[in-house]
Structures are given as structure tokens and as C-alpha cells.
């Protein structure tokens, strides 16, 4: 097969408790999503990405319940495709998130893995200002913080337990349990810190307790473009704090609280927000704005902000595949002579084959471009 760019068909993935409409109406696809569906999170990378194995005016994407990704729904064209595992092996998984919260967690660091939990590095690159909790306050009893996650779990088990049975409506178990939790709610163990849009949070050492944050004065929750290596949920986010969330049949997320804190760095310098949240570095080249979003030893993201044409250093592969998605504007990806067209808020898969590429736009246009693991 001969070298060429593909386009990527992006994986949707519908989350009905902290989703919204910023992805569909960033990649212009709104109309074609269903009134009252929540979109999480677009799957831009990962291992079994589905490619476009010709160009196609109408770029089709898939549809998946966050509690099933295995069975999606095709919408759109159902265009010639081809797995990318067809054409090399991918360890990263590349993610545009929208997210209001999500439960407290922790990755085990690289080094110190136990039982099954396997480290996950990730970053994350904040497109509009966000709310999170990141790392341990100082001069807090992480024993206290254990005893206070344990409590509030015993009392979901006990109210899932009393919904199941009937014995309670499933509204009065959410205010009894949100009761419960505000009698000495978690993040008063954690810090809290509000991300500016275009600011990193690098979370790629491990070990860091991090989690989303709602906040009424910011009602798309948090949004971002997430690199992480791609590794399974269940081994690799330990979790100790779910929210208060209880499900309409009464289930509740089944929760590691020991293997959290046995993976936790409680070291006081480790846990400072200022480490993890940083601004990013931009450099003149070729006539474009080159801007270092992260660089670590697990994968790198660029920012190539350009007009008209840019042909230059950050368009050559370099015997690694370039994975690009459009920030801003719309872009031309011109290789052997042909052009692959592409909008905001879509991905294209190079090859590491293509060797070299040229970017062309009418107007101001930002990509964002993902390689693998490098020496920093």
C-alpha cells in the first residue's frame, strides 16, 4: 500500500452525568447528534482506531455509550476503512474532553506497581479554563483522609443496598448521601486549582491525586485535549471518592480506597499544584508559531500556528507517524501532490512512511501534533 495521510474516525463517546455539546458543536456536528445527548469525550488516537482509507467529502464518526465503546454506532458514510493496527503498533490514546467531574483518582507511578494497577501516564491541554483537585494539602492526616473515603463509601454500599430492596426512592438515597458527604466532604484533603485556557496539566510522573471539578460559574466543565498512553481503565485509575454518584438502579462504582493511598505520593514536595500546571513555550519557525504544549518521555504535543503554507521542521516525520487534529481554522494536509482537507475539530493519521508533508490554510489556522516517546 502506498504511503498517504487518513482520516481518523472519531469515537464519541456519550456521557449522560458530565457530557455536554462543546465537542459536537466544536467539530460542527451538532445537527447530526440527537437533542439531550451528552457527548464526553471524541477518541482522536488510539490503538484501534478505525482510518479512512479514501477521502470523502462527508467525514463519518462513531457513537458509543460510555458503559459499552465495544459495540459503537456508525453515523454517516460508512467509507472504506481499515484498522490502524494495519499499519503500525499505537500506544498512545488521544482524547477531546468534556467533563463537569469525575471521581477522585490516582495512577500508580512507573516503579512502584502492585497487584494489577499498571502506570498511566497523562497530560492534559486545557482549551478553556477548568476547575480541578490536584495533589494532597499540606499538614492534612492522610489517615484522616483514608477514614473519611471509607465512611462515605460504607454509606453508598448501605444506601445502594436500601434502593435495591425497595426500602428507599432512589432521589431520597442521592440527598442522604450528599448530606453525608458535606458533613466532611473530601476536598477538604485536597487542593484545588482553576487551570487558565492554553495551560498544561502534567500529570505524566504519576502517583498525583487529580480529579474534574463542576462549577456553576463555569458551565462547560472542563475542556481539554487529553495524550495519555493507552492503557485499560481497570488497571490503571484507582479510585477513592466517586462524588456521591449513585445510579437510577442503585449501583455504585466499586472503589480501591487502600490501593489508592498504597499508590499516592504523600511526599509534601510532590504535592504542590504550581509543579503539574504549567504554560507553554513558543518559538518563530518558518514563518509559523511554534508552541511546545508538553514534551515528556512518553509522547510529545506541538502546536503549529500558521497561514498560508508551512513546510517546514515540524512537518517532517522523522521514522515516527505525526498525529494531527485541528485546533483552529481549516487546514490542507498536501503530500505526493494530493491534498487531504480538513476542518476544526478533526483528526488525520501520517504515517511514518509519508516522510514529509506541507501544511497549507487561507486563513490563521492552529494544529495540534501528537508523536510517540522520544528522548526529551
Known amino acids: 500500500m502506498k504511503p498517504q495521510p487518513y482520516y481518523i474516525v472519531p469515537l464519541l463517546i456519550k456521557q449522560p452525568t458530565w457530557g455536554g455539546r462543546y465537542i459536537a458543536q466544536f467539530k460542527g456536528i451538532e445537527k447530526q447528534i440527537s437533542d439531550g445527548v451528552k457527548i ?26 460510555a458503559t459499552d465503546i465495544a459495540h459503537p454506532k456508525w453515523c454517516g458514510p460508512q467509507a472504506q476503512t481499515i484498522n490502524i493496527q494495519q499499519l503500525t503498533k499505537i500506544s498512545l490514546l488521544n482524547k477531546f474532553t468534556q467533563a463537569k467531574e469525575n471521581s477522585y483518582q490516582v495512577h500508580v507511578r512507573p516503579g512502584h506497581e502492585f497487584d494489577h494497577w499498571q502506570p498511566k501516564p497523562e497530560s492534559w491541554y486545557y482549551l478553556e479554563k477548568g476547575k480541578v483537585t490536584l495533589g494532597l494539602k499540606s499538614n492534612i492526616s492522610v489517615d484522616q483522609y483514608r477514614q473519611r473515603c471509607k465512611q462515605i463509601y460504607q454509606e453508598s454500599l448501605t444506601l445502594s443496598q436500601k434502593v435495591k430492596q425497595n426500602n428507599l426512592k432512589i432521589d431520597e438515597a442521592r440527598i442522604q448521601l450528599t448530606t453525608f458527604i458535606d458533613q466532611d466532604h473530601p476536598s477538604n484533603y485536597v487542593n484545588v486549582a482553576y ?4 495551560q ?5 510522573s504519576c502517583g498525583i491525586h487529580h480529579s474534574w471539578e463542576a462549577d456553576p460559574n463555569l458551565p462547560h466543565g472542563n475542556i481539554l485535549y487529553e495524550v495519555q498512553l493507552d492503557q485499560r481503565d481497570e488497571v490503571s485509575s484507582i479510585r477513592a471518592f466517586d462524588q456521591g454518584k449513585i445510579k437510577d438502579d442503585g449501583d455504585i462504582r466499586e472503589l480501591a480506597i487502600n490501593d489508592y493511598f498504597q499508590a499516592l505520593n504523600t511526599n509534601p514536595d510532590a504535592n504542590q499544584p504550581a509543579l503539574y500546571i504549567q504554560t507553554t513555550n513558543s518559538h518563530q519557525e518558518n514563518g509559523a508559531v511554534i508552541t511546545c504544549i508538553f514534551n515528556n518521555p512518553h509522547y510529545q504535543l506541538t502546536q503549529i500556528e500558521f497561514s498560508n503554507s508551512y513546510p517546514g521542521e515540524e512537518t517532517q516525520l522523522k521514522n515516527q507517524f505525526h498525529h494531527l487534529f485541528v485546533k483552529e481554522g481549516r487546514i490542507e494536509i498536501i503530500h505526493d501532490d494530493q491534498s487531504w482537507p480538513l476542518n476544526k475539530g478533526w483528526s488525520v493519521f501520517i504515517p511514518a512512511q509519508c516522510q514529509q508533508y506541507r501544511l497549507t490554510s487561507t486563513t490563521t489556522a492552529q494544529v495540534l501534533k501528537t508523536t510517540a516517546g522520544h528522548t526529551v
Open 195 to 198: 487551570p487558565d485556557k492554553n
Open 200 to 204: 498544561v496539566l502534567d500529570l505524566s
Open 40 to 65: 464526553g469525550q471524541s477518541y482522536e488516537l488510539a490503538k484501534d482506531s478505525i482510518l479512512l482509507t479514501k477521502k470523502t467529502n462527508l467525514l463519518p464518526f462513531l457513537l458509543a455509550e
